[in-house]
């Protein structure tokens, strides 16, 4: 009894904590479309605006005003959207309440970085100095920061985390290789942050892309060592 009532206080509390970020995420795309709404104003009906940005920061492929101005917009929604859906159809979603500080400070660090990502790109486009090479790997970073901070509380479950065949099937791999990956992930934001501020900022993709390959390599082989050492592990025969 004394358990149900606490499983019941608890989904109380998950139920209000995602209320709470959807309507934080509603009114943050509310705003983000109004600013796209402003930008739009600003420009002729035939303007050819920055779509996409090269590694230093530079634009190279322009586009229309409807893709320039409300796809990232519509990006922030799909996550939201995505976001809140997770623990819905999740096998395992009572692991999922109870990471749910985890997954709520993910959900807030990814709204955060798409929405100064869109105001970034908005500003520039409306000819405003505001730098997104240096914006960019800053922000991914940071993001990297919250992950790597909140990773160590995240209980097994099938659609949020690092999923290999062997943190699903061992408790033990799960707990040891989130703990890895939660000082891994903290680093590399660090470095991000670092090349971000330090010219030349293109050195920064680099980075991004190597540091999560070998992140990732590590990671699964890690995964599987402490799989094999694991003596209350699934395996099939």
């Known amino acids: 009894m004394e358990n ?3 499983s019941r206080t608890e989904m109380t509390g998950w139920t209000a904590g995602i209320r709470s970020l959807l309507i934080a995420s509603s009114v943050v795309a509310i705003l983000l479309f109004a600013l796209s709404g402003w930008a739009w104003l600003q420009l002729p009906g035939d303007a050819s605006i920055p779509v996409h ?6 634009p190279d492929r322009y586009g229309g005003k409807w893709e320039g101005l409300l796809l990232m917009p519509l990006i922030f929604v799909g996550i939201s959207v995505l976001f809140a859906f997770i623990p819905r159809i999740d096998p395992r ?7 749910q500080g985890a997954y709520q400070a993910v959900w807030w660090a990814m709204l955060i970085f798409f929405a100064g990502l869109h105001a970034t790109l908005i500003l520039n486009i409306l000819g405003y100095n505001v730098s997104v090479g240096r914006f960019v790997p800053v922000g991914i970073g940071l993001m990297f920061l919250v992950i790597g901070r909140y990773m160590g509380r995240i209980r097994s479950n099938f659609l949020f985390g690092i999923r290999t065949p062997w ?7 799960w707990q040891k290789t989130h703990r890895l990956g939660g000082r891994l992930f903290m680093l590399l934001g660090l470095l991000l942050i670092a090349a971000g501020l ?3 900022s293109a050195r920064w993709f680099g980075l991004l892309m190597g540091g999560v390959l070998l992140m990732v390599a590590g990671l699964f082989a890690y995964s599987y ?6 003596p209350n592990a699934s395996r099939q025969d």
């Not at 060592?225 to 694991?230: C, F, L, P, T």
């Open 4 to 6: 149900s009532t606490k």
């Open 53 to 58: 940005w090269g590694v230093d920061g530079q």
């Open 93 to 99: 979603r009572g692991n999922i309440l109870n990471s």
């Open 167 to 173: 943190t699903l099937t061992s408790e033990l791999s």
């Open 198 to 200: 330090l010219p030349p």
């Open 225 to 230: 060592r402490v799989w094999k050492e694991d």
